[in-house]
């Protein structure tokens, strides 16, 4: 693909090229089951994710030519409950000068009871510079889209360079706010915050301090939003280094929370950034309010400049399940969304006891299933390390491992051994520290081609792709001292 071919006009595939394709994207081995994912071409960040009229809107970044970064629109899908949804089809096409290349991140929101977007309009000039334009768009009762034109805020503000992108925008009391993510013309990440009285004028209100000063090069997705009275800014930060067992994948996504958060400061103060998930494909989440007061959130389970095996299929990445949050001991818990039950066709494992050696459990089925494993390290064992192995193919040696370190208080993955192999350069292992490791309870979702794995009712979380190859579906449990575990299963439709 060259620049050119990327950033191809739109109607340059009005002809049955995409159907053609998502023919051949359908035969992939890897298309999931129950995430949401793209028919054709690549898809990466969530965005406009509403409830609104009765319904969740959802919509993800979409270049649908090719499992590359190229010209982006928005395709739209709704949901009643988060586990069914339909797609809705293209909301919104870079089809101004406004827009041109690309409809980049953004939010949504209810104005006047009607449902509202505001996006990152990017576009290049001939000499290929960057023009980031933030623009409105709104719902109409047929489900198209009217853009506001021109934009609500029109290029970069003084001090910032052309990296101004993904409003995420809420009311509050009347007045509309919202975060973008920005990039100081010192080359440093931080966020900038607008208010508006009607969503259409803006107001540059300053930076959000949350003293961080020089933390990476640029923070892409900012998302600002409260649990329990207490404030947390999401944001994805770039070039931070890794740190002991933290920031290994290219980009990170994280969070800091503060008590207080006025208006007038900006200010947040806090314990510290810390990383929202602990595993190899995670990145530019977006938070939505549920009618019943749940704050849910999605992510891309992808990360921009890295190569998935999908890639040479013309089709990449899908989303996360959707997770409530809330707060506890300081740290943002994640769950799966309660109403994901609803996915589970049969309960295929239930199985409990002591066990002191290794254990293969019987199963046929696909990588398409719900496991919970509860295990407690007896006291008077010395505490030998367990592994859980999913997606097995033990006459090749090939598995997914999952280890749980009772004296050193560490979950690991291991996805070296797991189909086909990639992103190696930034390892094959990701590394959580746990509290507390008397007993240890998992909840994993695993889907043809990603595995979550949710620990201690979501005190942390390893979100990854992975690729196994035909016949990589077995499960096996070994214990080098004595547990008392109990695991369950649950075939997913
Ligand atoms: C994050 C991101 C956003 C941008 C979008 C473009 O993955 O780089 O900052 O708006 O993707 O697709």
């Known amino acids: 693909w060259t620049r050119e071919e990327r950033y191809k006009q739109t109607s340059d595939y009005s002809d049955n090229y995409l159907e053609e394709l998502a023919k051949r994207v359908a035969q992939s081995p890897f298309r999931q089951n129950y995430h949401i994912q793209p028919n054709t071409g690549l898809l ?22 090719g499992a590359v970064h190229g010209l982006k629109h ?11 949804w339909k797609e809705e089809g293209v909301a919104l096409l870079p089809d101004t000068p406004y827009d041109s290349h690309g409809v980049y991140s953004g939010s949504g929101f209810v104005k006047d009871g009607q ?21 409105v768009a709104r719902m109409e009762a047929d489900g198209s889209f009217t853009k506001f034109l021109p934009p609500a805020i029109a290029g970069n503000p003084e001090g910032y360079t052309d990296h101004v992108r993904d409003p995420k925008v809420w009311e509050q009391h009347g007045i509309y706010y919202a975060v973008i993510g920005a990039q100081r013309t010192d080359e440093t990440g931080t966020i900038l915050m607008y208010r508006s009285a009607d969503a259409l004028d803006w107001e540059l ?22 649990i329990d009275g207490k404030t947390v800014l999401l944001f994805s930060p770039q070039g931070l280094e890794p740190e002991g067992d933290r920031y290994h994948n290219i980009f990170q996504t994280g969070y800091v929370i503060a008590d207080d958060f006025r208006m007038d400061e900006l200010k947040l103060e806090h314990e510290g950034f810390q990383e929202l998930d602990a595993g190899f494909d995670f990145y530019a989440t977006q938070t939505a309010e ?19 095996p999908t890639d040479s299929e013309d089709w990449a990445h899908c989303l996360t399940l959707p997770r409530e949050l809330s707060i506890k001991d300081g740290k943002l818990i994640q769950q799966p969304v309660r109403e994901l039950v609803a996915l589970r066709k049969k ?22 299933y ?6 407690t390290f007896l006291a008077s064992a010395d505490h030998a390390p367990v592994t859980l192995d999913l997606c097995e193919d033990a006459v090749n040696d090939k598995h997914f491992r999952i280890t749980l370190d009772p004296s050193a208080k560490k979950i690991t993955i291991d996805r070296s051994q797991c189909g086909i192999p990639f992103a190696e350069d930034f390892g094959t292992t990701r590394t959580l520290s746990v509290e507390q490791m008397d007993a240890v309870k998992l909840q994993i979702f695993v889907d043809t081609s990603s595995i979550e794995i ?15 190859e035909a016949g990589e579906t077995g499960l096996s449990l070994v214990a080098g001292s004595t547990i008392d575990y109990r695991l369950k299963l649950w075939e997913l439709a």
């Open 115 to 135: 449902l509202h977007i505001m996006y990152t309009g990017n576009v290049r000039t001939e000499e290929w510079e960057r023009v980031p334009n933030q623009i």
């Open 290 to 308: 549920s009618p019943d007061g749940r704050r849910i959130l999605t992510a891309w389970m992808g990360l921009p400049e890295i190569a998935y």
């Open 44 to 65: 990466n960040d969530p965005n406009g994710f509403t409830y609104f009229d009765g319904k969740w809107h959802l919509f993800y970044q979409w270049f649908p030519m």
């Open 454 to 468: 949710f620990v201690n009712d979501g005190e942390g979380t390893f979100t990854s792709r992975v690729f196994p």
């Open 347 to 368: 309960q295929a494992l239930s199985e409990s006891g002591l066990l002191s050696e290794a254990k293969r459990f019987e199963r046929s089925g696909a990588n398409c």
């Open 74 to 84: 928005w395709y739209h899908l709704t949901s009643t409950d988060l586990v069914q």
């Open 205 to 226: 209100m300053g930076e959000v301090d949350a003293g961080l000063p020089d933390f990476g090069f640029m923070w892409e997705c900012p998302d600002l939003f409260e």
């Open 370 to 375: 719900e496991l919970q494993l509860d295990v």
